[in-house]
Every structure is written in C-alpha cells, then in structure tokens.
C-alpha cells in the first residue's frame, strides 16, 4: 500500500462547481507534488512544494490552485473546470530537494477526475 | 536538453522468460535515473533507482536495471516474467538544469508489458 493517502479516489463534477483534492503524508518529506496524467501518458508535473512553499507552478492555469498548509499535507482547489481537465491527479512526496538529487518520488494512487 | 526515451511502446514476453525494457537518456552531468511501474487504476510505484559505481542495480519484485554509460541506457531487466508483471513502465530522470535539484523529474513515454501465460 503506498504511503501517500489521497482523497477522493474519484470525483465527478460540473464546470461551475468547486472542489478540493487532498494529499497527505507521514513519512517527514519536505518535497510534496502535484502531477496530471492522461491515459497510457506519463505524468506532467503541475507544480511543486518545497517546505511548504511554492517553488514550481507549470504555467498551470489559475483554475488550479495548489495549497499545503503544513508538511504533511497537500490540497489542489479547483474552479470552473472544462472537460479537457479529466484527468488523473497523482500527489507525490520526496525527501528535502536540497542534496537528495536520488531520492525517489513517491506517489499517491490519484483522484480520477470527471469534469462533465 | 535533458531528456528520456523508451524506444517501444509494448514489450510482449512468455511467462518464465526474461525481460527487457528499454531506456535511454541525454543528460549534462551525472545521470540521476528511476523505474516506476504503475498498475490499472494506481498510481506510480518506484521499482529502483541509478546508484553512482553500481553498473547493475537491484530493485523490487525481481527487477533489476543495467546502467550502461557509454550508450547511455538504464534497461530494466527480469530473469523469469510473471503474468502479474503485467503493467505500464515508465523510466525517469531526475531534471538538473539551470539550478539544481527543482525535483524535477523526466519521464520517458512509458511501455506496456504484456507478460502471457
């Protein structure tokens, strides 16, 4: 079982709700990530978090808006989604980026995203 | 630029014959590589990673990954497939231009395995 625990496991929302994904993780890393994936495609990095500050945003679009209110955990707040953002959302965590360039990413099983 | 490529979008084998998956990278520096596996439905799993010195690196469920330097590859390799090592590979190296370690990572475009009994 992984590590990092993401909730919901899937959501189905309309282009003028909004919603919120969470991420959380015990494992004490300082490195936390956002990733979108589309089927059969690798990941694409939307933004990363190092202690707790936002250090790379994608050129994601303001629809998403990441938050990490403490070292553990990790939310992506969406608004007016369109139906191309169907996607599965990946969290991940890693060690403090500072000289652990091979430290692994872990991840999360995602939120299954359904914009209708 | 750095970059990542997995020349074969599906590598079909027997179940009890080895395997091979294959990876290739462009880095400036010394190469900080990943395998992930991921299964229907879940995310990535991290299967082992690219130790400097160590040419053959052990990883989870059997596999292991040849480093090769001079053809800059990082396949990954499994003496015996399993049905269940059925999944989507995908190979990844850590981004270290322009200021170091981002977190950055760069995936290739991922392989199926299809391992049949």
Same mark, same amino acid.
């Given at each position: 079982d992984t590590e990092v625990t993401q909730t919901p496991k899937h959501l189905v929302m309309g282009m003028t709700n909004k919603k919120s994904l969470k991420c959380e993780q015990h494992m004490g890393h300082r490195a936390m990530y956002w990733y979108k994936q589309k089927a059969k495609k690798p990941p694409e990095l939307m933004f990363v978090y190092s202690y707790e500050k936002l +250090?790379?945003? $994608? +050129?994601?679009? +303001?629809?998403f808006s990441p938050e990490c209110p403490n070292s553990s955990l990790l939310n992506l707040h969406l608004h007016a989604?369109?139906? $191309? &953002?169907s996607a599965l959302y990946l969290c991940a965590s890693s060690q403090d980026l500072r000289g652990f360039s091979n430290s692994p990413l872990h991840f999360g099983n995602g939120t299954r995203l359904t914009v209708t | 630029a750095q970059s990542v490529a997995q020349p074969e979008d599906q590598v079909n084998v027997a179940e009890g014959n080895p395997l091979t998956v294959k990876c290739t990278y462009s880095v400036s520096g010394n190469p900080y590589l990943f395998w992930y596996v991921q299964y229907p439905n879940r995310g990535l799993q991290f299967l082992l990673k690219y130790i400097t010195g160590d040419n053959l690196v052990k990883g989870s469920y059997g596999f292991e990954a040849e480093f090769n330097k001079s053809q800059t590859s990082f396949h990954l390799k499994k003496p015996s497939a399993l049905v269940s090592d059925s999944a989507l590979y995908f190979c990844a190296v850590r &981004?270290? $231009? =322009? +200021? =170091?370690?981002? =977190?950055k990572l760069i995936f290739g475009q991922g392989t199926t395995l299809q391992v049949k009994p």
């Open positions: +250090s790379i945003n $994608e +050129s994601v679009p +303001s629809r989604l369109q139906p $191309e &953002d | &981004d270290m $231009e =322009g +200021s =170091g370690n981002t =977190g």
